[in-house]
């Protein structure tokens, strides 16, 4: 992310990794507006913005206003410099993007795939769709700094490996990265589906908010963690499971962890279906549960209010340790309306207490299912622009 608020007067010199970090938000700078930012003398900036004009990521962005001479020429960011692959696959979907590095869609397409297909076919697949969206773009493969991808379960972020996924037959520590680096010839990097919902919706719509809750409710249920303004993933990227945190009164449950009560196994799109089904109504997952609510079906909607209910005493939870301001619902449950979302503020605003939410909002994505590719490109942004990595291409 761009380095917020000016550096004035800095008495060790930038490196261009840093140096670029201040051009990140487009606006056009001259080298006069530089100097008194940073405090460096003309001859730095001089051979910091030539080496990034080298690089394609800064180039000229006209002139500004006279002080009575020449005018000054003006640098800026050019986010169209390379681009992006972003995919978020989940349980039975894929949704990939081209963004340029600004995290601006430049094609974007979906398609059902189901993720137990396992990686032999389903990492091939996002190989051959990930070169026709770019060939659809207008972008060669050439042109692509880096490929992020998020998975819908557990994963090592270190190394990009799943880990022991519960819904992902096949996928334990499969060298996703490798894989994919290999076919393409970028760094790939890989994050749970909800982290990377949590990043583009926080990126997209709240980026002024340091402390956002994402929740998805799918197939699964599952949380992604912003605080202090930065996506938190735990000491081994579990952060955020709260899918498998405990329902009072469910012990009688069972989930496909392997344990009794969990929320997933109690709330989730699949565990609402299953309950419908029981009762006689035609409904196998979290789409036909949405498509029963709109249809004005009450056991489906009764179903879906006690659904958000239990999701929202386990958030109760969540607010008491995390005081966020923001709740975010997404996935496919969260289109069924009012429902959900009105379980969840009743079960989180009765059982917090008042200080921790006294200014809590809580509401349905913004992004909607465009988060999980924001996300997944800013994470990949984010590593092709930092400052190891600046320096590395400027050298």
Same mark, same amino acid.
């Given at each position: 992310? %761009?380095?917020?608020?000016?550096?004035?007067? @800095?008495?060790?010199?930038?490196?261009?990794?840093?140096? +670029?970090?201040?051009?990140?938000?487009?606006?056009?700078? @001259?080298?006069?507006?530089?100097?008194? =930012?940073?405090?460096?003398?003309?001859?730095?900036?001089?051979?910091?913005?030539?080496?990034?004009?080298?690089?394609?990521?800064?180039?000229?962005?006209?002139?500004?206003?006279?002080?009575?001479?020449?005018?000054?020429?003006? +640098?800026?960011?050019?986010?169209?410099?390379?681009?992006?692959?972003?995919?978020?696959?989940? !349980? @039975?979907?894929?949704?990939?993007?081209?963004?340029?590095?600004?995290?601006?869609?430049?094609?974007?397409?979906?398609?059902?795939?189901?993720?137990?297909?396992?990686?032999?076919?389903?990492?091939?697949?996002?190989?051959?769709?990930?070169?026709?969206?770019?060939?659809?773009?207008?972008?060669?493969?050439?042109?692509? !700094?880096?490929?992020?991808?998020?998975?819908?379960?557990?994963?090592?972020?270190?190394?990009?490996? %799943?880990?022991?996924? %519960?819904?992902?037959?096949?996928? /334990? /520590?499969?060298?996703?990265?490798?894989?994919?680096?290999?076919?393409?010839?970028?760094?790939?990097?890989?994050?749970?589906?909800?982290?990377?919902?949590?990043?583009?919706?926080?990126?997209? !719509?709240?980026?002024?908010?340091?402390?956002?809750?994402?929740?998805?409710?799918? @197939?699964?249920?599952?949380?992604?963690?912003?605080?202090?303004?930065?996506?938190?993933?735990?000491?081994?990227? $579990?952060?955020?499971?709260?899918?498998?945190?405990?329902?009072?009164?469910?012990?009688?449950? %069972?989930?496909?962890?392997?344990?009794?009560?969990?929320?997933?196994?109690?709330?989730?799109?699949?565990?609402?279906?299953?309950?419908?089904? $029981?009762?006689?109504?035609?409904? !196998?997952?979290?789409?036909?549960?949405?498509?029963?609510?709109?249809?004005?079906?009450?056991?489906?909607?009764?179903?879906?209010?006690?659904?958000?209910?239990? =999701?929202?005493?386990?958030?109760?939870?969540?607010?008491?340790?995390?005081?966020?301001?923001? =709740?975010?619902?997404?996935?496919?449950?969260?289109?069924?309306?009012?429902?959900?979302?009105?379980?969840?503020?009743?079960?989180?605003?009765?059982?917090?207490?008042?200080?921790?939410?006294?200014?809590?909002? =809580?509401?349905?994505?913004?992004?909607?299912?465009?988060?999980?590719?924001?996300?997944?490109?800013?994470?990949?942004?984010?590593?092709?622009?930092?400052?190891?990595?600046?320096?590395?291409?400027?050298?």
């Amino acid at each position: 992310m %761009p380095i917020d608020g000016p550096l004035r007067n @800095t008495s060790v010199s930038l490196g261009a990794g840093e140096f +670029f970090q201040l051009l990140r938000d487009r606006k056009p700078r @001259t080298r006069a507006d530089l100097i008194a =930012i940073t405090g460096q003398s003309r001859s730095t900036i001089a051979t910091r913005i030539d080496a990034l004009m080298s690089t394609g990521l800064i180039g000229p962005a006209g002139t500004a206003g006279s002080t009575g001479g020449r005018r000054p020429a003006t +640098f800026a960011f050019q986010p169209g410099a390379r681009a992006v692959l972003a995919v978020d696959l989940g !349980a @039975t979907h894929a949704r990939l993007a081209v963004t340029d590095l600004a995290s601006t869609v430049v094609a974007a397409t979906d398609a059902p795939l189901s993720i137990a297909a396992g990686p032999d076919v389903v990492l091939p697949w996002v190989v051959r769709a990930g070169r026709e969206l770019l060939d659809a773009a207008g972008r060669d493969v050439d042109d692509l !700094a880096a490929l992020g991808i998020g998975l819908p379960g557990p994963v090592e972020h270190s190394t990009g490996r %799943p880990i022991n996924p %519960p819904i992902m037959p096949g996928w /334990d /520590d499969v060298d996703v990265p490798g894989l994919l680096g290999a076919e393409l010839g970028v760094d790939v990097l890989v994050d749970n589906d909800v982290n990377i919902m949590a990043l583009g919706e926080h990126r997209a !719509a709240w980026p002024q908010v340091s402390d956002l809750l994402l929740v998805k409710v799918s @197939t699964g249920i599952g949380a992604g963690i912003i605080a202090d303004g930065a996506l938190r993933r735990g000491a081994q990227g $579990a952060a955020g499971d709260i899918g498998h945190m405990v329902v009072p009164g469910a012990d009688h449950v %069972p989930c496909r962890c392997g344990n009794t009560g969990c929320l997933e196994a109690v709330a989730s799109g699949q565990a609402v279906a299953a309950a419908l089904s $029981a009762q006689g109504l035609e409904a !196998a997952d979290s789409a036909d549960v949405v498509a029963l609510v709109r249809s004005k079906g009450l056991a489906a909607s009764q179903a879906v209010r006690q659904a958000g209910r239990d =999701i929202g005493g386990v958030l109760a939870s969540c607010v008491s340790m995390l005081n966020p301001s923001v =709740i975010v619902i997404g996935g496919i449950v969260a289109d069924a309306g009012e429902h959900l979302i009105a379980g969840i503020r009743e079960a989180v605003y009765r059982r917090s207490l008042p200080l921790a939410t006294q200014h809590l909002r =809580i509401v349905t994505s913004r992004a909607r299912v465009g988060a999980g590719v924001l996300g997944a490109s800013a994470m990949a942004i984010d590593h092709v622009l930092s400052p190891a990595a600046i320096d590395a291409l400027a050298a």
